[in-house]
C-alpha cells in the first residue's frame, strides 16, 4: 500500500491541529495513510479534548504560553523542543492483531537504537494514580515510551467516521516551560532528528509493508486546514469549551 | 437485555426497539467488544433531552486511555431520555453493558432504519474480521 509522507515546517498550534484534522478529513475519502512529522514554531499548551481549560492554572510554567485544544485526548502536552508526528489511516487498512501505538512506537524505540539510545515501551497497565496528572508526560500507560522511568514519547488517537488520526509528541530536550520533565538530550545525548526520521519511517515502511510517498498539502488541504483553523482550533468557544 | 436479541450498528452500538403508547422508541447504548476494545474508558459525554438526531449523526463522545470516539445514532429522531448517571458511574458500562450500560432512547421518525441494521449474528461476524 502506498502512503505518503509529508515533512512539515514548524507552524502554530491551531495550525498543526487543524493539518491533522484535513489529512484525516482527506483519508476518509481517499483511504490513503498520511503520515506527518512537524515542529510549532513557538513553545505551546496543548489541551486534551476532555480537559478543563481552567486546570492550565495548575502550571505555572506554561501561564505564559498560548493554548489549543487537541480533537484527541489524554493529557496536556507542552510543545517545545519536540518532534511530534501524526498518522491518519483508515480502520481496517493496518493489522488487527497489533496497536497503532505498538506499531509506532516500536519502531520508534528501534530507529532510537540506532542511535544508541536505550528506550522502550511503558509495557504495564495505566497507572491510576497518575490518571489526574495535568501533564500527559507526568500519566503513564502501557504503549509509553520511556527512558527509564521518563517518558519521552506519549500518543493519542481521534477516532472519526473509519479513520483514525494518531498523533504523538517525541521529547527531544526539556523546555523551560515545563522543566519538570526530560527530554533524550538530557537522558542520554542529543539526537540526529533528520536519521531518526529517516529511520522511523523505514521501520513503519518495514512492520506495515507500506511505500512510503514523499508528498506536501495541497492548496486543497492547506484551504481546508486554513478553514478549520479558524472555525476551531483558534476560537475561544472551542478553547475553553469545558471550563 | 439479551445481546442475541439486539440489533447492531457498524459503529458498534446497539439497539433495542420496543413500542409505547406513541410509537416507536429505540434504547441505544455501545456494544461489549466495542467497550473491551475501548479499554479503560475515562469520560462519556451524552446530548440533552429534546435533542434531534439523523441516522449516523453523532450523539456523543467517549474518551478511554487509548482514543476520544463520537458515538453515532443508528437511528433518526428525538432523544427522549438519557442515562444521566451514567457520566458519573462508567464502571457501569463494563459491569452491564446491555441493560444499566444504556446511553439514550429515541423516539424513532422512520421505522425502516431498522432493516438497514445488523443482527446478533452478523455484528459477530463484523467482530472477528
Same mark, same amino acid.
Given at each position: 500500500?502506498? $502512503?505518503?509522507? !509529508?515533512?512539515?515546517?514548524?507552524?502554530?498550534?491551531?495550525?498543526?491541529?487543524?493539518?491533522?484534522? $484535513?489529512?484525516?478529513?482527506?483519508?476518509?475519502?481517499?483511504?490513503?495513510?498520511? !503520515? @506527518?512529522?512537524? %515542529?510549532?514554531?513557538?513553545? #505551546?499548551?496543548?489541551?486534551?479534548?476532555?480537559?478543563?481549560?481552567?486546570? @492550565?492554572?495548575?502550571?505555572?510554567?506554561?501561564?505564559?504560553?498560548?493554548?489549543?485544544? %487537541?480533537?484527541?485526548?489524554?493529557?496536556?502536552? /507542552?510543545?517545545?523542543?519536540?518532534?511530534?508526528?501524526?498518522?491518519?489511516?483508515?480502520?481496517? #487498512?493496518?493489522? %488487527?492483531?497489533?496497536? /497503532?501505538?505498538?506499531?509506532?512506537?516500536?519502531?520508534?524505540?528501534?530507529?532510537?537504537?540506532?542511535?544508541?539510545?536505550?528506550?522502550?515501551?511503558?509495557?504495564?497497565?495505566?497507572? #491510576?494514580?497518575?490518571?489526574?496528572?495535568?501533564?500527559?508526560? %507526568?500519566?503513564?500507560?502501557?504503549?509509553?515510551?520511556?527512558?527509564?522511568?521518563?517518558?519521552?514519547?506519549?500518543? =493519542?488517537?481521534?477516532? @472519526?467516521?473509519?479513520?483514525?488520526?494518531?498523533?504523538?509528541? /517525541?521529547?527531544?530536550?526539556?523546555?523551560?516551560?515545563?522543566?519538570?520533565?526530560?527530554? !533524550?538530550?538530557?537522558? $542520554?545525548?542529543?539526537?540526529?532528528?533528520?536519521?531518526?526520521?529517516?529511520?522511523?519511517?523505514?521501520?513503519?515502511?518495514?512492520?506495515?509493508?507500506?511505500?512510503?510517498?514523499?508528498?506536501?498539502?495541497? #492548496?486543497?488541504?492547506?484551504?481546508? =486546514?486554513?478553514?478549520?483553523?479558524?472555525?476551531?482550533? /483558534?476560537?475561544?468557544?472551542?478553547?475553553?469549551? @469545558?471550563? | 437485555?439479551?445481546?442475541?436479541?439486539?440489533? +447492531?450498528?457498524?459503529?458498534?452500538?446497539?439497539?433495542?426497539?420496543?413500542?409505547?403508547?406513541?410509537?416507536?422508541?429505540?434504547?441505544?447504548?455501545?456494544?461489549?467488544?466495542?467497550?473491551?476494545? &475501548?479499554?479503560?474508558?475515562?469520560?462519556?459525554?451524552?446530548?440533552? *433531552?429534546?435533542?434531534?438526531?439523523?441516522?449516523?449523526?453523532?450523539?456523543?463522545?467517549?474518551?478511554?486511555?487509548?482514543? *476520544?470516539?463520537?458515538? +453515532?445514532?443508528?437511528?433518526?429522531?428525538?432523544?427522549?431520555?438519557?442515562?444521566?448517571?451514567?457520566?458519573?458511574?462508567?464502571?457501569?458500562?463494563?459491569?452491564?453493558?446491555? *441493560?444499566?450500560?444504556?446511553?439514550?432512547?429515541?423516539?424513532?421518525?422512520?421505522?425502516?432504519?431498522?432493516?438497514? &441494521?445488523?443482527?446478533?449474528?452478523? +455484528?459477530?461476524?463484523?467482530?472477528?474480521?
Amino acid at each position: 500500500m502506498d $502512503a505518503r509522507l !509529508i515533512r512539515d515546517t514548524a507552524a502554530d498550534g491551531a495550525w498543526n491541529m487543524a493539518m491533522d484534522e $484535513a489529512l484525516a478529513r482527506v483519508v476518509g475519502e481517499t483511504g490513503v495513510p498520511v !503520515i @506527518r512529522f512537524y %515542529r510549532w514554531s513557538e513553545p #505551546t499548551l496543548s489541551l486534551g479534548y476532555f480537559q478543563s481549560y481552567g486546570q @492550565r492554572q495548575s502550571h505555572q510554567a506554561s501561564q505564559d504560553c498560548p493554548v489549543v485544544r %487537541r480533537n484527541s485526548g489524554g493529557g496536556a502536552l /507542552l510543545h517545545h523542543h519536540e518532534l511530534t508526528y501524526s498518522l491518519a489511516i483508515a480502520t481496517g #487498512t493496518y493489522p %488487527r492483531e497489533q496497536s /497503532l501505538y505498538d506499531i509506532l512506537h516500536g519502531s520508534l524505540c528501534q530507529s532510537l537504537a540506532n542511535q544508541e539510545i536505550c528506550a522502550n515501551q511503558w509495557g504495564r497497565p495505566t497507572d #491510576t494514580t497518575r490518571e489526574s496528572e495535568f501533564l500527559c508526560f %507526568r500519566r503513564r500507560t502501557s504503549p509509553d515510551v520511556v527512558v527509564g522511568d521518563w517518558k519521552i514519547l506519549g500518543s =493519542a488517537q481521534r477516532k @472519526r467516521r473509519g479513520v483514525v488520526l494518531q498523533h504523538g509528541s /517525541l521529547l527531544l530536550a526539556t523546555s523551560a516551560c515545563a522543566p519538570e520533565l526530560l527530554g !533524550i538530550a538530557e537522558l $542520554a545525548h542529543p539526537l540526529d532528528e533528520n536519521a531518526l526520521v529517516n529511520d522511523w519511517v523505514d521501520a513503519l515502511k518495514h512492520s506495515l509493508n507500506w511505500t512510503m510517498v514523499p508528498s506536501i498539502a495541497d #492548496t486543497g488541504e492547506r484551504e481546508m =486546514a486554513q478553514s478549520i483553523r479558524n472555525d476551531r482550533f /483558534l476560537k475561544r468557544e472551542w478553547t475553553e469549551r @469545558r471550563a | 437485555m439479551n445481546p442475541e436479541t439486539l440489533l +447492531y450498528a457498524e459503529s458498534h452500538e446497539w439497539l433495542h426497539a420496543e413500542d409505547d403508547a406513541v410509537g416507536k422508541v429505540a434504547t441505544i447504548g455501545i456494544s461489549a467488544f466495542a467497550i473491551e476494545e &475501548l479499554a479503560d474508558i475515562v469520560f462519556i459525554n451524552l446530548p440533552d *433531552v429534546g435533542t434531534e438526531v439523523n441516522a449516523g449523526q453523532e450523539f456523543g463522545e467517549i474518551e478511554s486511555v487509548k482514543a *476520544v470516539s463520537d458515538l +453515532y445514532a443508528p437511528v433518526s429522531g428525538e432523544i427522549i431520555e438519557v442515562n444521566s448517571s451514567l457520566p458519573d458511574n462508567l464502571e457501569t458500562l463494563n459491569q452491564s453493558a446491555y *441493560v444499566e450500560g444504556w446511553m439514550i432512547k429515541i423516539r424513532m421518525r422512520d421505522e425502516s432504519e431498522l432493516a438497514k &441494521l445488523m443482527d446478533f449474528a452478523a +455484528y459477530q461476524k463484523q467482530c472477528e474480521q
